[in-house]
């Protein structure tokens, strides 16, 4: 399918955009000029945003600030003046100079229309919960990703930034919780949770959020509750994200450009404990482990550090933070035409992004183009088209850059002490371990991603007859992505000390990962009204195949470290490659009925028929259906007098299954793996099964309730929103533990459920327009989560983790990932309380030590005693907007955050100088010792782990409020602008979490860390400039 | 009307565009792998019986056979956060994951023996005696499984088809005897059916010298002494083995494939490699890990030239030169101050030394100041992590000294047992220790023990030592101790490794305890007694 789309349809379309341009610009001929103001029919205020177009041309204009226009126009022509919420007029020119028109709201248009499963509907007349976004919004901020700016807008979706390098930014998207989960995957952040992902359709396309540019969006609508959901049937367990794309209204040519230049810096700078103190509390922590103290921390050599100034000598312990990481830029430009008549319209966009690294040797470019073409063919027959393309090119540091502990961020903050980043002389420094994250950055080797996104489709809608339409999509998309990633051959010694990091080989490794899918929609849908009854229905097919292949490729002993591509390396045993290939199918059946009575009783049925090639047998086809009921009370007769208070009353309620087919491919199948060995030095192949097949395997099942109301108060200025639901997944696919015995690796079964339950609010209030001019509007939002494993079939607990990194259960009754170790009950403050507490972590334990609780009395401290000590997903996230506007300017602001959340520190964070790590200066002269004893921090032993083993006390909770996001916009004004031949100029400029309240910023961590080593790529506060330019 | 008549071919064209592309995937949900080899294919050849076969040895114990040496007195595991270390130190339970590693591997190598016993018949092929020792070198291989099993675990259940999971869920715990029963009766089977020896291209299968040592084994866990003296008899007069002619040698890449050894996991650079040098050398060589590092009390075990232990008075042994004078088989199989590394530089462990290797320069570096030696050699210096050499499992020395150890325990001390003990100590070019010439039972057995300890240091034995000794309580105690070397002042001071006090409980730690996640899945599972 996808081949199909040659480089001759695209040089077509390229010639056909070109045209179009020359048609706009040529229909500027010699005519009258006109002016005039626009004003509203109702309240006479000017109406600003106005557009004004000389019929059946490409000519046109908007109306400024103030309602004034002026454009040139045959004299016997006739102007269409339209706007969003406005019935359009046309005005015949009459060769007058100037014409004053009044717009008649239009109360249909007033009402907002919500995108949902392939169709749309009015807010009024939906039983369904669904959030959504303008596109708008979305741009406010600026993000290198659209995730980001979804954060804090929406009740029951949970964003999650993680930080990440620039292009492999790290943002989940959980839309009411977590419903399943992987145990045989699991990470230092809890068990896998990939699986979780939102089904992200945009313009009818499975695709990635990370595949659109936000310039290009004209809504984003989530999808939460079943009655919504299950019309995608096996994918929408975890919601649906609609996104629509822009696309050109016709009328005049309308240029618009969105740019910014932002500077990043780093979220999370960790202070290292000052040196004298650290020194002191090595001292410490050597003599209280009973061992002799390294020549580095006698006195003498305390003050000969402490007093230095010839750092390269005596350099200082831990200077990483602020040696690696820089303010760096980002820059964002988008620009985009759009314009048409009524037989062709056509948007193009254009975008060029590039971020660079708060570390040095991270970056990523991206170069893309949209465009989105419209044909009226005929009254009845319209066709659509859009393709995208997209370049990205992202570069890192190729050190042990993936893993748990990506180097050089581990390196930060373990295993790098008293190395001097770079000599004078421009050799590295090393620690002890050989360490030096400079060094790694700038002459390891570097790894560069390229990947090519190519995704396009062609669509048809025709009228069959009055109110029955049929269309079809045909949709292509690909991933192209090549990387190289190159370890450079090099060799430093430590000129103080003699240490030598050697990397003997050079070598790359090149990976191509292509994937493909077409998908295709045949819809037909039926709308009409008979009297009071109102009725409409979809009927449905589609399909999507999917196909996926990976090779990699290794050689290494190149020449030098610039000599890169693959066949210059060595030609022998070393070099060596691998592959695989993967497809998939999915074939699928649904329907909608959407039944009215007066627009009062409401009601909804959806099902979906699918089947999947990831299942076999009586399992591989499922149904999910869906019913949804409102009542809009305040279209009672009895509601009457009340409808001046409560102007709009809907109660709503929906049930429903709906699917979640994450399973690796193949897991039904009983194949061979291949496992070599060698006799006598030959090599032989092998072959054994080695997981056992799972032929019953089925789709996981949601079925979720939702009850909710949706009110307006005060004249429709107060809007409200409510919603409680309950989501009972059940036959989650697990790769449950099987006993060991049989020998074979568990396949996935389906077993385990896990509900979520909550409430979620929202209100919003649109502020009257006062005398002055000033305007503005409020809105907040309030999710409330539950997470509860129900049921794991009498296995489990599952327990990752360990007492030196976070440990993480799944078991009956708790949350998903909850965070599982010991209670702690202070410190043991004489050894008389020892004795008699019998139960101790370690032999010889000391006053100063953790006194940590012998949960179930056996005097003796071990897993046994290990409870739930923290909450890894917040059961409460909430944001709070408001947009201010007055004469030209506009001031937005956004706080967004989360409650009940926790953080385990680990690694050197967590370690308190007892290893060879960070020392985080919280720990300065708040350690116990005989005469500091309400110190908050317990003894330091170097080089054991008594103290830290996984506790409460190490948990911090991680609730947070921060000021997302503030800005602060101008509006050229109208009579400066039109000199300059431009309809609209407007600056701003922004920062991005500006502002927190936590808990961890004692600890210089960004409150939206996961748990663990914080060993990630720091997370970034924007300050931007930015400029939206309208032609 | 022209233009209708377009239209509608516009209208129809796109009708049968739609559903033509909807039609014609219809394999779309019935897509085959072929990246995997499915079950239905196989079985057809007798080459298929062999790649089955091929796949079994995988499972053979690889570094780990030198490695559990570092939960017993000869070797620390130097970081105090390696799982390993809660075993050494006695601090363990039912949830370690080496426990339950250890039995997922074993099980796993069990399952594809059963797999290929089970299916081995389906292969239409005439070819006999290829069916006869593929037959055996899985059973023999299976044998190996359970008598890991048995020693580490006791009462394990005896597992001999596949079984589904609910069969899995109720399995029950199957006296230890019975498994030695059926080591024994499968060793015994395999032996019979495989050849002494095989051509160049398939050295590293199972000989039956190799299942004949491997029962000699098995009888002398099981205390069944007789059968074990008659099971090493046997090997000793296939008269295919012998002693390999160098000690410092036998773990070098020339001497793979030696007249010494009876079974070995095989390697091959690039091909199929393991991590051995980089898992146990001194952290001056790249970086390399010191996982575990062996200990005073192994050092000290070792004899003096004249074959005298140190704390004999009239030994000579000058704790100021505690190494020189020395049997040699102490500086062949540990790396001590003074000797040269594979880069070139010398090992300087002594804490005031300014090298990596240097005792708390990091806490990677030995802990006790010593390193082992064996298995790493200078050819791996390169890439550390791409190791080609063999692991030896069982060699014709422990075959010797498992028959003087068993002939000694049923009172049968006679001059073929001297003979033994004295090849081991004196039948290579560089080992020379004075021949024994005790008589009584006490002085054989102490004598014998302590040939086991230091031959075979690093080579897995000592775990299964100590317990068939029954002498955890003697030697896995109190700290864990390593170099001695005169401080500022000219003092003597021995390193003490940091946070290892070991706690030996007799009641529970001469069986490692059921896999708590086993018993979770299957409540059948008794568990070992005190844990």
């Given at each position: ?13 390229g ?20 002016k ?8 006479n ?7 004004i ?11 400024d600030?103030?309602g004034?226009f002026?454009?040139?126009?045959p004299?016997?022509?006739t102007?269409?003046?339209?706007g969003?919420g406005?019935?359009?007029?046309e ?7 100037t014409i004053?028109?009044?717009?008649a709201?239009?109360t249909?248009q007033?009402?907002?229309?919500v995108?949902v499963g392939?169709g749309t509907q ?5 039983t ?11 741009t ?7 995730q980001?700016?979804?954060q804090g807008?929406?009740p ?6 993680q930080?990440?390098s ?5 943002t989940?998207?959980?839309?009411r ?6 145990i045989?995957?699991s990470?230092?952040?809890g ?12 313009d ?7 595949d ?14 079943a009655?919504s959901t299950?019309?995608?049937g096996?994918?929408?367990t ?7 794309t ?8 309308q240029?618009?450009?969105?740019g910014?230049?932002?500077i990043?810096?780093?979220n999370?700078?960790p202070?290292m404990m ?6 002191r ?9 009973g061992l ?7 006195e ?5 550090y402490v007093?230095?100034?010839d750092?390269e ?9 602020e ?10 430009h988008?620009i985009?035409?759009?314009g ?10 254009a975008?060029?992004?590039?971020q ?9 470019k ?5 465009l ?10 319209r066709v659509?088209?859009?393709?995208n393309?997209?370049y990205?090119?992202?570069l890192n ?6 893993g ?5 961020l ?30 790694f ?32 999509q045909i949709a ?10 190159y370890?450079?051959?090099y060799?430093n010694?430590?000129?103080?000390t003699?240490?030598?990091k050697?990397?003997?080989?050079n070598?790359l490794?090149?990976?191509r ?13 039926y709308?009409k ?12 097919y589609?399909q999507?195949?999917n196909?996926?292949?990976f ?20 030609n022998d045993?070393t070099?060596?490659n691998s592959g ?6 999915l ?5 909608r009925?959407n039944y009215?009575?007066k627009?009062?009783?409401?009601f ?9 090639s990831?299942?076999?047998?009586p399992?591989?086809?499922s ?10 009370i305040s279209?009672?007769n ?11 009353l ?5 049930w429903?299954?709906t699917?979640n ?6 897991s039904?199948y009983?194949a061979?793996?291949?496992?070599g060995?060698?006799?006598g ?5 092998g ?15 949601t079925t ?11 004249n ?11 989501k009972?997944?059940d036959d ?9 015995t ?10 385990g ?29 309030l999710?409330?989560n539950e ?16 007492d030196?990194?976070?440990?993480y259960?799944?078991?009956k009754?708790?949350?998903?990932n909850?965070?599982?170790g ?9 050894q008389?309380e020892?004795t008699e507490y ?7 334990t000391?006053p100063?030590d953790?006194k940590y ?5 056996d005097k003796k ?9 923290g909450n ?13 506007s007055?004469?030209g ?5 956004l706080f967004?955050?989360a ?26 002269n708040d350690?116990?010792t ?6 908050r ?5 170097k080089f ?10 190490l ?18 004004p ?9 309809s609209?100029?407007r ?13 961890l910023?004692?600890w210089n961590?960004?409150?939206e ?8 790529f720091?997370?970034t ?8 330019l309208?032609? | ?22 039609s ?19 079985w ?13 040895y995988?499972?053979?114990?690889s ?12 070797a620390?595991t ?6 390993a270390?809660?075993?050494?130190a006695g601090s ?6 080496v426990?339950?590693?250890?039995w997922?591997?074993?099980y ?5 023996v059963?797999?290929f016993?089970?299916n081995v018949?389906k292969?239409p ?9 593929l ?17 580490l ?6 597992v001999t088809s596949s079984?589904s999971?609910?069969?899995g ?5 199957t006296?230890?005897e ?6 024994e009766k ?6 019979a ?17 190799a299942?004949?040592?491997l ?5 002398l866990?099981?205390?069944?002494y ?22 410092e ?5 020339a ?8 079974l070995?996991?095989?390697?091959l ?8 040098f980089?898992l ?19 050092v000290d ?11 004999d ?6 704790p100021a ?9 102490l ?6 101050e ?6 070139g ?11 990596a ?10 802990t006790?100041?010593?390193?082992i030696?064996?298995?790493i050699?200078t050819e ?5 992590t ?9 060699r ?5 000294l498992i028959y003087?150890?068993a ?22 070019t560089d ?12 002085a054989?057995?102490?004598?014998v023990r ?5 031959e075979?240091?690093?080579?897995g034995?000592?775990l ?9 309580e003697?030697?896995?105690n ?17 390193v003490q ?9 007799a009641?529970?730690?001469?069986l490692w305890?059921m ?14 007694p005190?844990?």
């Amino acid at each position: 399918m996808f081949q199909n789309l040659s480089r001759n349809s695209l040089l077509s379309r390229g010639r056909l955009i070109v045209a179009l341009l020359l048609l706009g610009l040529s229909a500027f001929a010699q005519n009258i000029a006109v002016k005039g103001t626009v004003t509203s029919a109702s309240d006479n205020g000017s109406l600003p945003g106005i557009n004004i177009v000389v019929k059946n041309t490409l000519t046109g204009t908007s109306t400024d600030a103030d309602g004034k226009f002026e454009i040139n126009a045959p004299s016997n022509g006739t102007l269409v003046f339209s706007g969003i919420g406005y019935v359009t007029q046309e005005v015949a020119v009459n060769g007058r100079a100037t014409i004053d028109i009044k717009l008649a709201a239009d109360t249909k248009q007033l009402e907002e229309v919500v995108v949902v499963g392939y169709g749309t509907q009015k807010r009024n007349s939906m039983t369904n919960s669904v959030s959504q976004i303008s596109g708008e919004a979305i741009t406010k901020r600026p993000v290198s990703n659209i995730q980001q700016s979804m954060q804090g807008l929406m009740p029951g979706v949970t964003v999650l930034d993680q930080g990440g390098s620039p292009g492999k930014s790290n943002t989940n998207i959980r839309v009411r919780g977590i419903t399943t989960f992987n145990i045989n995957g699991s990470s230092t952040s809890g068990y896998d949770l990939g699986k979780n992902d939102a089904l992200v359709i945009v313009d009818g396309i499975e695709q990635r959020l990370s595949d659109i540019n936000p310039d290009d969006i004209e809504s984003v609508s989530v999808l939460k509750d079943a009655s919504s959901t299950a019309i995608y049937g096996s994918r929408a367990t975890n919601g649906v994200i609609l996104v629509t794309t822009k696309r050109a209204k016709g009328g005049k040519v309308q240029v618009d450009y969105n740019g910014y230049y932002a500077i990043q810096k780093s979220n999370n700078v960790p202070k290292m404990m000052g040196i004298e103190a650290y020194m002191r509390e090595q001292v410490a922590a050597y003599t209280n482990a009973g061992l002799p103290v390294p020549a580095r921390f006698t006195e003498e050599s305390i003050q000969a550090y402490v007093n230095a100034t010839d750092r390269e000598k005596y350099p200082m312990p831990n200077t990483w933070f602020e040696t690696m990481l820089r303010s760096a830029p980002q820059q964002n430009h988008t620009i985009s035409v759009a314009g048409g008549t009524d037989v062709i319209r056509t948007r193009l966009s254009a975008r060029f992004q590039d971020q660079q690294g708060v570390i040095a040797g991270y970056s990523n470019k991206i170069g893309e183009f949209r465009l989105n073409t419209d044909y009226t063919v005929s009254k009845r027959l319209r066709v659509s088209g859009d393709i995208n393309y997209r370049y990205a090119r992202a570069l890192n540091p190729t050190v042990n850059n993936t893993g748990n502990n990506p180097q050089p961020l581990n390196n930060f903050f373990h295993g790098t002490l008293w190395a001097v980043p770079k000599y004078a002389d421009g050799t590295y420094g090393l620690s002890t371990q050989g360490n030096n994250p400079l060094m790694f950055n700038e002459i390891g080797g570097q790894s560069r991603q390229v990947t090519d996104y190519l995704a396009g489709y062609v669509k048809a809608e025709f009228d069959i007859a009055e109110g029955l339409t049929f269309s079809t999509q045909i949709a292509g998309r690909g991933t192209f992505t090549n990387q190289k990633n190159y370890t450079n051959s090099y060799t430093n010694t430590d000129k103080n000390t003699n240490i030598t990091k050697t990397v003997a080989i050079n070598s790359l490794t090149e990976v191509r990962n292509t994937l493909r899918e077409y998908t295709i929609n045949n819809l037909l849908t039926y709308e009409k009204s008979f009297g009071s009854h109102g009725l409409k229905a979809l009927v449905g097919y589609s399909q999507i195949g999917n196909t996926q292949t990976f090779l990699s490729a290794y050689r290494e002993r190149f020449y030098n470290n610039d000599i890169g591509s693959i066949g210059q390396g060595a030609n022998d045993g070393t070099k060596s490659n691998s592959g695989n290939d993967a497809e998939y199918g999915l074939r699928s059946y649904f329907g909608r009925v959407n039944y009215d009575y007066k627009e009062k009783y409401l009601f909804e049925a959806n099902g979906r028929y699918d089947g999947s090639s990831k299942f076999t047998g009586p399992k591989q086809y499922s149904f999910f259906p869906s019913f949804s009921a409102g009542w809009r009370i305040s279209k009672e007769n009895f509601w009457q007098g009340l409808e001046k208070t409560v102007n709009d009353l809907k109660l709503r309620g929906s049930w429903g299954i709906t699917g979640n087919q994450s399973v690796d491919l193949y897991s039904y199948y009983s194949a061979l793996t291949s496992l070599g060995y060698s006799f006598g030095g030959t090599p032989v192949q092998g072959y054994r099964p080695t997981t056992l097949a799972n032929t019953n395997l089925g789709w996981e099942s949601t079925t979720q309730l939702d009850l909710g109301i949706d009110a307006t108060f005060l004249n429709k200025r107060l809007t409200l929103t409510a919603d409680y639901y309950r989501k009972l997944t059940d036959d989650i696919l697990l790769n449950l533990d099987i006993p060991a015995t049989i020998g074979l690796k568990a396949p996935p079964q389906n077993a385990g459920s896990v509900e979520n339950k909550g409430w979620e609010f929202s209100l919003n209030y649109r502020g009257a327009a006062s005398a002055s001019g000033f305007r503005y509007t409020l809105g907040g939002n309030l999710s409330i989560n539950e997470n509860k494993v129900v049921d794991l079939k009498g296995t489990g607990p599952y327990i990752t983790g360990s007492d030196i990194d976070p440990r993480y259960i799944i078991a009956k009754g708790l949350p998903i990932n909850t965070l599982w170790g010991y209670q702690t009950d202070g410190l043991f403050q004489t050894q008389q309380e020892i004795t008699e507490y019998k139960a101790t972590y370690a032999a010889n334990t000391k006053p100063g030590d953790v006194k940590y609780v012998d949960r179930n009395g056996d005097k003796k401290i071990n897993a046994d005693d290990m409870t739930a000590i923290g909450n890894s997903f917040p059961k409460y996230t909430f944001g709070l907007n408001g947009d201010f506007s007055y004469k030209g300017f506009d001031l937005s602001i956004l706080f967004q955050g989360a409650a009940k959340v926790d953080a385990r520190l680990a690694g050197a964070l967590a370690e308190m100088g007892n290893q060879e790590g960070f020392t985080h200066e919280i720990y300065t002269n708040d350690y116990w010792t005989p005469d500091n004893t309400g110190a908050r921090f317990p003894r330091p032993v170097k080089f054991d782990l008594r103290n830290v083993a996984t506790s409460d006390r190490l948990v911090i909770d991680g609730s947070y409020l921060r000021l997302k996001n503030v800005q602060l916009a101008y509006n050229i004004p109208a009579e400066i602008v039109s000199k300059l031949r431009v309809s609209r100029i407007r600056v701003y400029t922004s920062a991005t979490n500006l502002l927190t309240f936590s808990k961890l910023n004692k600890w210089n961590l960004d409150p939206e860390v996961p748990s663990g080593r914080a060993v990630y790529f720091p997370q970034t506060a924007l300050y931007t400039f930015g400029l939206n330019l309208s032609f | 009307m022209k233009t209708n008549t377009f239209k509608h071919t516009i209208y129809a064209g796109i009708a049968v565009l739609a559903l033509g592309l909807a039609s014609c995937d219809s394999g779309l949900l019935e897509t085959v792998p072929n990246d995997r080899l499915s079950e239905d294919l196989f079985w057809k050849t007798e080459n298929d019986a062999k790649l089955a076969v091929n796949s079994l040895y995988t499972d053979l114990d690889s570094t780990t056979a030198v490695t559990w040496d570092g939960i017993t007195d000869l070797a620390h595991t130097n970081q105090s956060f390696n799982v390993a270390a809660y075993i050494e130190a006695g601090s363990y339970d039912a949830t370690s994951s080496v426990i339950y590693d250890e039995w997922k591997r074993a099980y796993r190598g069990i399952r594809g023996v059963n797999y290929f016993l089970e299916n081995v018949d389906k292969v239409p092929s005439t070819n006999t005696a290829l069916i006869s020792q593929l037959k055996g070198e899985a059973k023999a291989l299976r044998a190996y499984h359970y008598l890991k099993l048995a020693g580490l675990f006791g009462p394990v259940p005896l597992v001999t088809s596949s079984i589904s999971i609910d069969e899995g869920r109720t399995l029950v715990n199957t006296p230890v005897e019975e498994i030695w029963n059926f080591v024994e009766k499968e060793l015994t089977e395999a032996a019979a059916l495989l050849p002494t020896t095989y051509g160049a291209a398939d050295k590293g299968r199972f000989t039956k010298g190799a299942a004949l040592g491997l029962l000699a084994r098995a009888d002398l866990y099981a205390g069944r002494y007789q059968k074990a003296a008659d099971a090493a008899d046997q090997v000793i007069k296939l008269g295919v083995y012998g002693l390999y002619d160098s000690y410092e040698k036998l773990y070098s890449y020339a001497a793979e494939n030696n007249k010494e050894v009876l079974l070995d996991k095989q390697y091959l650079k690039d091909v199929y490699q393991n991590n051995v040098f980089n898992l146990l050398a001194p952290y001056s060589q790249k970086n390399a890990q010191s996982t575990y590092v062996p200990t005073k009390a192994l050092v000290d075990t070792y004899e003096t030239l004249e074959g005298k232990k140190i704390t004999d008075p009239s030994s000579g042994y000058d704790p100021a030169k505690p190494y020189a004078n020395r049997d040699p088989r102490l500086k062949f199989s540990v790396f001590l101050e003074g000797d040269a590394l594979p880069s070139g530089i010398t090992f300087q462990p002594r804490p005031t030394s300014t090298t990596a290797d240097a005792i708390g320069s990091t806490y990677i570096a030995s802990t006790t100041g010593f390193n082992i030696k064996k298995y790493i050699n200078t050819e791996d210096f390169a890439n550390p992590t791409n190791s080609g050499i063999d692991i030896i499992l069982l060699r014709y020395a422990e075959v010797l000294l498992i028959y003087a150890e068993a002939k000694i325990e049923l009172g049968q001390a006679d001059a073929t047992v001297l003979a033994a003990i004295n090849q081991v100590r004196n039948g290579r070019t560089d080992v020379k220790l004075p021949s024994v010439t005790a008589t009584t039972q006490a002085a054989l057995r102490d004598i014998v023990r302590r040939e086991r300890t230091v031959e075979l240091a690093f080579e897995g034995q000592r775990l299964y030592d100590i317990r068939r000794w029954k002498i955890g309580e003697q030697v896995m105690n109190g700290p864990v101790f390593g170099i001695t070397y005169p401080d500022a002042t000219g003092k003597l001071v021995t390193v003490q490794a940091a946070s290892s006090d070991r706690v030996f409980d007799a009641g529970r730690h001469y069986l490692w305890p059921m896999p708590q996640k086993e018993r979770d899945l299957n409540p059948n599972l008794k568990q070992n007694p005190n844990w």
